[in-house]
């Protein structure tokens, strides 16, 4: 298995936005160890620190920040906007960083999970991301076309797109990234998730009610804040994984043990003995929670429409209750639970990763002659 990448020198970077990100290149970054590849990471704050603790031998570069936040308020889709040329800028600090670390460290190959800026034209250049189409906020439809044309334009500097998703029915992104128009060739290389070494596990149904947050500030802090209102007195005990890396504390508030931070094990047997599971609707939470068998309540993150989408389609499935944070009323969801079934996805393919993986070997080779 080493043989397939034997000594590439790998660039893995991640988006800190949340733990997502992250998380769902986990099982990536562990099948190019595996496959003998050289990796190093690239990234910023908490998501470099997830990484770093999990892959401790690895090198690692920082990164510039993006900063980005959801404010609050009906104006919050705007502050965001207001913020792109930080964001911009903040790109072009990171190709001139990435520039030198290619060339400084021979990296042969790049994997940018939505990292605009970490590409290079010398070698290939992979972006992951499964929000292709990008959603404006209500209102703003009539910015699609703008918004889409401007992600075209970073886009362009990659290789290809790996989404990481299926290319059929069984899809869990929908328009997001099945139908889309980049520009560059869009590949699927199957759900990642970094549960996948606990498929076979077996999930017993639990009393607590789990909630694992996480996703960009202030908006976490506003959702842990309503969640501890309404369940510290309800019947069921419940825990809440605060997804809160930097301080390692445990706390009880009434009915709900708070842990600041869980993964691996010790997160996945949390999980599987849940009763139910409430969480962002982050594409990668999606991908987690899909091997499960688990009863889920998703609660978008306000302003960020593809979480709505998500949760709104996955709701019309049946395959998740769907709640708002401005109208959260956790023990309504609870109780509507038994209408919806356990959101499972059976048999979890492998295949389209490692076709991905010989794909890339290939295109470093044909540089190489």
Same mark, same amino acid.
């Given at each position: 298995?080493?043989?397939?990448?034997? @000594?590439?020198? /790998?660039?893995?970077?991640?988006? %800190?936005?949340?733990?997502?990100?992250?998380?769902?290149?986990? +099982?990536?970054?562990?099948?190019?160890?595996?496959?003998?590849?050289?990796?190093?990471?690239?990234?910023?704050?908490?998501?470099?620190?997830?990484?770093?603790?999990?892959?401790?031998?690895? +090198?690692?570069? !920082?990164?510039?920040?993006? %900063?980005?936040?959801? +404010?609050?308020?009906?104006?919050?889709?705007?502050?965001?906007?207001?913020?792109?040329?930080?964001?911009?800028?903040?790109?072009?600090?990171?190709?001139?960083?990435?520039?030198?670390?290619?060339?400084?460290?021979?990296? &042969?190959?790049?994997?940018?999970?939505?990292?605009?800026?970490?590409?290079?034209?010398?070698?290939?250049?992979?972006?992951?991301?499964?929000?292709?189409?990008?959603?404006?906020?209500?209102?703003?439809?009539? @910015?699609?076309? #703008?918004?889409?044309?401007?992600?075209?334009?970073? #886009?362009?500097?990659?290789?290809?797109?790996? =989404? *990481?998703?299926?290319?059929?029915?069984?899809?869990?992104?929908?328009?997001?990234?099945?139908?889309?128009?980049? $520009?560059?060739? /869009?590949?699927?290389?199957?759900?990642?998730?970094?549960?996948?070494?606990?498929?076979?596990? !077996?999930?017993?149904? $639990? &009393?607590?009610?789990?909630?694992?947050?996480?996703?960009?500030?202030?908006?976490?802090?506003?959702? !842990?804040?309503?969640?501890? !209102?309404?369940?510290? %007195?309800?019947?069921?005990?419940?825990?809440? =994984?605060?997804?809160?890396?930097?301080?390692?504390?445990?706390?009880?508030? @009434?009915?709900?043990?708070?842990?600041?931070?869980?993964?691996?094990?010790?997160?996945?047997?949390?999980?599987?003995?849940?009763?139910?599971? /409430?969480?962002?609707? @982050?594409?990668?939470?999606?991908?987690?929670?899909?091997?499960?068998?688990?009863? =889920?309540?998703?609660? *978008?993150? *306000?302003?960020?429409?593809?979480?709505?989408?998500?949760?709104?389609?996955?709701?019309?499935?049946?395959?998740?209750?769907?709640?708002?944070?401005?109208?959260?009323?956790l023990p309504e969801a609870i109780s509507s639970l038994e209408k919806i079934q356990p959101f499972?996805?059976?048999?979890?393919?492998?295949?389209?990763?490692?076709?991905?993986?010989?794909?890339?070997?290939?295109?470093?080779?044909?540089?190489?002659?």
């Open positions: 298995m080493q043989e397939l990448l034997r @000594g590439k020198r /790998i660039l893995v970077a991640i988006l %800190n936005w949340g733990l997502g990100h992250a998380t769902r290149m986990t +099982p990536v970054i562990e099948q190019l160890i595996d496959r003998g590849a050289e990796v190093s990471l690239a990234g910023d704050g908490a998501s470099l620190v997830f990484l770093s603790e999990v892959f401790p031998k690895l +090198p690692k570069f !920082e990164l510039p920040p993006y %900063n980005i936040e959801y +404010p609050s308020g009906w104006g919050g889709a705007w502050k965001t906007v207001f913020k792109a040329p930080k964001i911009i800028q903040a790109i072009k600090d990171e190709q001139i960083a990435i520039a030198d670390i290619v060339e400084r460290y021979q990296i &042969e190959a790049i994997i940018s999970d939505n990292r605009y800026g970490v590409f290079s034209a010398k070698i290939p250049s992979i972006f992951v991301g499964h929000q292709l189409r990008v959603l404006p906020p209500k209102g703003f439809q009539w @910015g699609s076309a #703008l918004i889409l044309a401007w992600h075209k334009k970073y #886009l362009k500097n990659f290789s290809e797109i790996w =989404v *990481p998703d299926f290319d059929d029915e069984r899809n869990f992104s929908g328009r997001l990234s099945h139908d889309v128009d980049t $520009g560059i060739p /869009i590949k699927y290389m199957g759900p990642q998730s970094r549960f996948a070494h606990y498929f076979s596990k !077996e999930s017993t149904e $639990g &009393e607590n009610i789990v909630v694992v947050l996480s996703g960009p500030e202030p908006q976490r802090t506003f959702l !842990e804040g309503k969640i501890l !209102e309404q369940l510290k %007195n309800y019947q069921r005990p419940s825990v809440l =994984v605060r997804g809160v890396v930097h301080e390692k504390e445990e706390r009880q508030i @009434g009915n709900v043990k708070t842990i600041n931070y869980l993964h691996g094990e010790r997160l996945i047997q949390v999980l599987l003995s849940a009763h139910c599971v /409430i969480c962002r609707s @982050g594409y990668s939470s999606i991908m987690d929670l899909a091997l499960l068998g688990k009863k =889920v309540i998703f609660i *978008p993150t *306000p302003g960020q429409t593809e979480q709505i989408y998500l949760a709104e389609r996955l709701a019309e499935k049946k395959w998740a209750i769907h709640q708002s944070q401005s109208r959260l009323n499972y996805q059976s048999g979890w393919d492998t295949h389209l990763l490692e076709d991905r993986l010989k794909e890339l070997r290939d295109s470093i080779d044909k540089i190489k002659v």
